[in-house]
């Protein structure tokens, strides 16, 4: 796999997570999770931005950011499926950042000691910003799961929906990668992460399920319906408008 | 005294029997050494959930570096017919001001 795939794969996830936290601006529960909500979209969106930006950069064909993200197809993404699923209700919202964010930090913290100076530099920045989403969304963990009846069990399906799309994002990293201390090995992640879902869970009065079958193909650009549709929205007026500035 | 204020010995303040969630003050410390200005106020449950929507709403543009915030129902507030007796007199005490005394000559003003 080359640099620029696994770049691809970086910035995939956190695009499409940024443009499904976005599709909240305007609908959050109160001005200030609204908010919060559209800050977590743009840190994601602008880490997208240095990651894509890099992606093209190394892959050296002259594609930008833009161009990564505005004119590709949907079997061209390398995002694993869990961000691209329906941003449903709040709680599935919530349980979906929580999971990911988890990984996103243990993945950032590594990846600032990468041997690649640009994308160690690109973690450290992604690494503060994705400690507070760890915060923000494990907080609300805790109220949703240890809340009402009907907030404890929104939760609880959320993660329940959630859980078998969480097995893609340890999938294997391309090994000479890793030997060169430019890649993180996402396999060795799993178990500090589910070490930590597990104490806020059981914090929150939540469950933690049982690992069963597990999706997998967003690395490989098989993805689920609904990847589609959220490209067609992302992507409209750039395609509509190539080139234009606004 | 309010009783519900003394029996409020957590974070947690007191709603009233409203469905909003609680409001909070919020102080912003702009730079290192600087005192903490009130900057707003943001509704939260409780003072973790204050102090994240606090950095979401005040601080995502380099406002600060430190922020406190505080139930509003505890902040103790004079009113509008304080105006004279807390703060007129004060007019007519020029002496209060350092400006009233003359600089002895010979000390260097900067």
């Known amino acids: 796999m080359a640099l620029s795939e696994y770049l691809l794969r970086l910035g995939d996830d956190r695009l499409i997570l940024g443009h499904r936290l976005s599709e909240w601006c305007g609908h959050g529960p109160i001005l200030e999770e609204d908010i919060a909500l559209a800050n977590i979209s ?116 959320a993660i329940d929906d959630l859980w078998r799309f969480t097995g893609e994002l340890f999938g294997n990293t391309d090994e000479t990668l890793v030997e060169q201390g430019i890649a993180v090995d996402c396999v060795s992640l799993r178990e500090p992460w589910k070490r930590e879902v597990a104490r806020v869970l059981q914090a929150a009065t939540l469950t933690m399920p049982d690992d069963g079958f597990m999706q997998r193909g967003g690395r490989e650009g098989r993805h689920t319906e609904h990847l589609g549709h959220l490209l067609a929205e992302m992507q409209i007026v750039a395609r509509s408008f190539p080139g234009a500035e606004w | 005294m309010d009783d519900k204020r003394l029996a409020t010995s957590d974070q947690r303040p007191v709603t009233g029997g409203d469905t909003e969630w609680p409001l909070w003050e919020v102080f912003i410390q702009p730079k290192p050494g600087a005192p903490h200005e009130h900057c707003g106020s943001v509704h939260a449950v409780d003072a973790e959930h204050a102090l994240l929507n606090a950095r979401d709403v005040y601080a995502r543009r380099s406002e600060g570096i430190h922020l406190w915030v505080v139930p509003s129902q505890w902040i103790t507030a004079s009113t509008p017919e304080d105006v004279g007796p807390f703060f007129d007199p004060a007019n007519d005490k020029a002496y209060r001001h350092p400006q009233f005394y003359k600089t002895p000559r010979g000390v260097k003003v900067y």
């Open chain 1, 42 to 157: 743009l840190d994601l969106i602008g880490q997208a931005n240095l990651l894509l930006e890099l992606a093209g950069k190394v892959e050296g064909q002259g594609r930008t950011a833009d161009t990564l993200a505005y004119f590709r197809e949907g079997v061209e993404f390398r995002n694993a499926q869990i961000v691209e699923l329906p941003r449903g209700d709040f709680a599935f919202t919530i349980a979906r950042q929580f999971l990911v964010s988890v990984f996103e930090a243990l993945q950032l913290e590594k990846l600032q000691s990468s041997k690649n100076a640009d994308l160690a530099g690109i973690a450290a920045k992604a690494f503060k910003e994705t400690r507070y989403h760890v915060r923000h969304s494990a907080g609300w963990m805790l109220k949703l799961g240890d809340g009402t009846t009907e907030s404890h069990d929104r939760t609880q399906i």
